[in-house]
């Protein structure tokens, strides 16, 4: 059974997206005989998949890719929840006293830092923490952890009607992921940019959820298709 630390929240119930049979990625063949991966994902909304089956979110997706590959993964453990900035994040990670380490562990956070009209100085220095917190439960080893740019959520129906300017918020977005992005190359870990991805939702609404702001199953999909081969090459 999966576990999600969500603050003794639990996530919200919304009618879900329905997400197509995930194609399965070729991935380069390592030996996995007797080895067993664990998994930490770390973040927001985008990472507990709000509006959609846990199980599409990119999380599980990933886990299930691999594991269509004969990866031995277990369910991810999940420290994440819709409208979390950095410095929530390190509290509940604090709060939940987690000693155990892992395979490699997944960081996406930020955007409500931008939400919420946040500095960016305290963005760099939270997200710094949040790294080095990441690579300490990858079994200090920065190669095992795995960092996804912020989507921009400038392109959904939802900042349309939110009354913010449209050229803002991308713009914003661009900044706090080219803090993210240098910072995850200082600080020697992997970086993904699936914000690109999350524009194509501009003109296919089938990459949104039915509540108009956040990524559908098959979005996910699309970052998982990037994510898993980096994936696996960090796991070498």
């Known amino acids: 059974m999966a576990i999600a630390v969500m603050a003794g929240c639990k996530k919200q119930q919304i009618a879900a997206t329905t997400v197509p049979v995930a194609v399965v990625v070729a991935l380069p063949v ?16 985008y990472t507990i998949g709000q509006s959609v089956p846990y199980t599409q979110s990119f999380p599980f997706q990933l886990a299930s890719q691999l594991r ?12 994440a ?18 000693t ?18 946040g500095d960016t100085a305290t963005y760099r220095t939270d997200f710094d923490d949040l790294v080095n917190t990441s690579v300490l439960y990858a079994k200090s080893n920065p190669k095992h952890v795995f960092v996804l ?30 803090i993210n992005e240098r910072e995850s190359n200082k600080l020697g870990v992997n970086y993904l940019n ?43």
Request: hydrophobic share 45%; charged share 15%; proline share 4%.
């Open 30 to 45: 390592i030996n996995t005989v007797d080895t067993t991966i664990s998994y930490l994902a770390l973040g927001d909304s």
């Open 68 to 79: 269509s590959n004969n990866f031995y993964v277990t369910d991810p453990l999940i420290i």
């Open 81 to 98: 929840r819709t409208g979390w900035t950095t410095a929530d994040l390190k509290r509940a990670i604090a709060d939940s006293a987690i």
């Open 100 to 117: 155990k380490k892992f395979s490699f562990v997944t960081l996406l956070i930020g955007v409500n830092n931008q939400f919420q009209n």
């Open 149 to 178: 740019s912020i989507p921009d959520w400038s392109v959904t129906p939802f900042a349309l009607t939110s009354g913010r300017n449209i050229a803002t918020i991308k713009a914003q977005i661009d900044v706090f992921n080219a």
């Open 194 to 236: 699936i914000t690109d991805v999350s524009r194509k939702a501009a003109t296919d609404t089938t990459l949104l959820a039915d509540d108009g702001l956040h990524p559908s199953g098959l979005m996910y999909l699309m970052w998982v298709k990037l994510l898993a081969p980096q994936v696996v090459a960090g796991l070498k």
